[in-house]
């Protein structure tokens, strides 16, 4: 269990009468519980609340006039989850569920169908299983370089696989892309979780189904996934996205902040796959230490 104190603090200047939506809020979801939390709007802003009942996805809506808005969330979340069997199977298309089934099929920032002649040359010879997801993971974590400002909010996975550059949720997309090529069933998710470099913000990794279970990976590697405190899950970005604006806006500030109140141990499974080849390094150096002696 980890337990995490997240804040979003948003501000905008309205220029013209604006619908928002809104998804900041912790989810409702199995793994984590919500000890407290708070929203707070400008005045003379009245919320109305809703959630998604297939992705436990949160939302609030209002309409706002022109001036200046305030959006403050804050919340207090526990995260507990188990590390997932090492031999975990894909499953075949035929037993894919009906609700998961759609995660399977091509969209817009994810277009499998698009990328499947290159995922099934680079992936579709190695054993399925979770370790095919691994192996997916580590490919994109080596070949794809993380680089802010690199994408917009339209660059889709394939875009990302020929420029060989991106964001986190660039690197979702991209596994997710992958992964479904490959008849896994696939989804985005977003959360709150400390990582120490680039700035604090959302951060976005994807799920696999194997098994019968989702299972979370992180193609960045910034942070263990099992921290993840999440707002949103969905087919890629255009589900999760923190804030929809219909109207004219104007962003001037944009603060997350993620306090964790545990300390982390030094391996976590599936959270960061480059300190698994920092071990593999430092075992190499002890070895050479020890031929040399």
């Given at each position: 269990?980890?337990?995490?104190?997240?804040?979003?603090?948003?501000?905008?200047?309205?220029?013209?009468?604006?619908?928002?939506?809104?998804?900041?809020?912790?989810?409702?979801?199995?793994?984590?519980?919500?000890?407290?939390?708070?929203?707070?709007?400008?005045?003379g802003?009245?919320?109305?609340?809703?959630?998604d009942?297939?992705?436990?996805?949160?939302?609030?809506?209002?309409?706002?006039?022109?001036?200046?808005?305030l959006?403050?969330?804050?919340?207090?979340?526990?995260?507990?989850?188990?590390?997932?069997?090492?031999?975990?199977?894909?499953?075949?298309?035929?037993?894919?569920?009906?609700d998961?089934?759609?995660?399977?099929?091509?969209?817009?920032?994810?277009?499998?169908?698009?990328l499947?002649?290159?995922?099934?040359?680079?992936?579709?010879?190695?054993?399925?299983?979770?370790?095919?997801?691994?192996?997916i993971?580590?490919?994109?974590?080596?070949?794809?370089?993380?680089?802010?400002?690199?994408?917009?909010?339209?660059?889709?996975?394939?875009e990302?696989f020929?420029?060989?550059?991106?964001?986190?949720?660039?690197?979702?997309?991209?596994?997710?892309?992958?992964?479904?090529?490959?008849?896994?069933?696939?989804?985005?998710?977003?959360?709150?979780?400390?990582?120490?470099?680039?700035?604090?913000?959302?951060?976005?990794?994807?799920?696999?189904?194997?098994?019968?279970?989702?299972?979370?990976?992180?193609?960045?590697?910034?942070?263990?996934?099992?921290?993840?405190?999440?707002?949103?899950?969905?087919?890629?970005?255009?589900?999760?996205?923190?804030?929809?604006?219909?109207?004219?806006?104007?962003?001037?500030?944009?603060?997350?902040d993620?306090?964790?109140?545990?300390?982390?141990?030094?391996?976590?499974?599936e959270?960061?796959?480059?300190?698994?080849?920092?071990?593999?390094?430092?075992?190499?150096?002890?070895?050479?230490?020890?031929a040399?002696?």
């Open positions: 269990m980890h337990l995490s104190t997240v804040e979003t603090v948003l501000e905008y200047e309205v220029l013209a009468p604006t619908h928002f939506c809104f998804n900041l809020e912790a989810a409702n979801w199995p793994t984590q519980n919500i000890l407290s939390e708070r929203l707070a709007l400008s005045s802003v009245s919320p109305r609340h809703f959630t009942a297939r992705s436990g996805n949160r939302f609030f809506r209002f309409d706002a006039m022109p001036g200046p808005l959006v403050d969330y804050k919340a207090e979340v526990e995260v507990h989850t188990e590390l997932p069997d090492p031999a975990l199977p894909e499953v075949p298309v035929s037993r894919v569920p009906d998961i089934f759609r995660y399977l099929l091509p969209t817009r920032y994810c277009e499998s169908d698009v499947c002649t290159a995922a099934q040359k680079m992936f579709g010879q190695l054993p399925p299983g979770i370790e095919r997801v691994r192996k993971v580590d490919w994109v974590h080596d070949e794809i370089t993380y680089r802010p400002g690199s994408t917009n909010s339209t660059t889709t996975a394939q990302v020929v420029q060989r550059a991106g964001v986190c949720r660039d690197f979702a997309h991209l596994g997710i892309t992958l992964c479904r090529a490959l008849n896994i069933p696939a989804r985005i998710v977003v959360g709150y979780v400390w990582f120490d470099e680039p700035p604090q913000d959302f951060h976005a990794v994807f799920e696999a189904w194997l098994g019968d279970r989702w299972v979370l990976f992180d193609p960045t590697g910034m942070a263990p996934v099992d921290r993840l405190v999440r707002i949103g899950t969905g087919r890629d970005a255009k589900d999760v996205a923190f804030a929809t604006m219909f109207g004219s806006v104007e962003m001037k500030r944009k603060s997350v993620v306090l964790e109140h545990d300390p982390r141990p030094r391996h976590i499974e959270s960061a796959p480059q300190l698994a080849r920092e071990e593999e390094r430092e075992q190499a150096q002890l070895d050479s230490a020890k040399v002696a």
